[in-house]
C-alpha cells in the first residue's frame, strides 16, 4: 500500500509562494492519478488540483488556477504544489491524495482518491 507523507507548508505574507511536496512510498507512484486538497477550518475538503499518470494532463480548481502548478516527478516519487501569489484564504491544511483505482474519474472529487496524507498546515497572514 502507498504511504504519502506532504512537507513544505508553514506561515507565508500576503503575496508570498510556498512549495509543497508529497513523497510517495512504493514503486508505482509513476502508475496513480494525484491531487491535492485542503480543508480550512469549518469548511469541507476542497479540490485544488490533480494531475494523471499518463500524460500528466492537470486539472485545477477555478480558485487557484494561474496561482497554484501541480507536478510530478516520477523518479523521485514526488509530488509537488507551486503555490504563488498567495491570499489570506488560501489558509488551511493541505493533504496530497493518490488515486490507486478508479474507472472514468474526474480527478477532481475526493471519493475518487483513496490514499491520502496526513496534511502539511498553511497560514497566510495578511
Known amino acids: 500500500q502507498v504511504q504519502l507523507v506532504e512537507s513544505g507548508g508553514g506561515l507565508a505574507q500576503d503575496g508570498d509562494s510556498l512549495r509543497l511536496s508529497c513523497a510517495a512510498s512504493?514503486?508505482?507512484?509513476?502508475?496513480?492519478?494525484m491531487g491535492w486538497f485542503r480543508q480550512a477550518p469549518g469548511k469541507e475538503r476542497e479540490f485544488l488540483a490533480a494531475?494523471?499518470?499518463?500524460?500528466?494532463?492537470?486539472y485545477y480548481a477555478a480558485s487557484v488556477k494561474g496561482r497554484f502548478t501541480i507536478s510530478r516527478g516520477d523518479a523521485q516519487n514526488t509530488l509537488y504544489l507551486q503555490m504563488n501569489k498567495l491570499k489570506p484564504e488560501d489558509t488551511a491544511v493541505y493533504y496530497c491524495?493518490?488515486?490507486?483505482?478508479?474507472?472514468?474519474?474526474?480527478?477532481?472529487?475526493?471519493?475518487?482518491?483513496?490514499?491520502w496524507g496526513q496534511g502539511t498546515q498553511v497560514t497566510v497572514s495578511s
Open positions: 491524495a493518490a488515486m490507486t483505482m478508479h474507472s472514468r474519474p474526474t480527478y477532481t472529487r475526493k471519493s475518487e482518491y483513496n490514499v
Open positions: 512504493g514503486r508505482t507512484f509513476a502508475t496513480f492519478a
Open positions: 494531475i494523471t499518470s499518463i500524460g500528466g494532463t492537470t
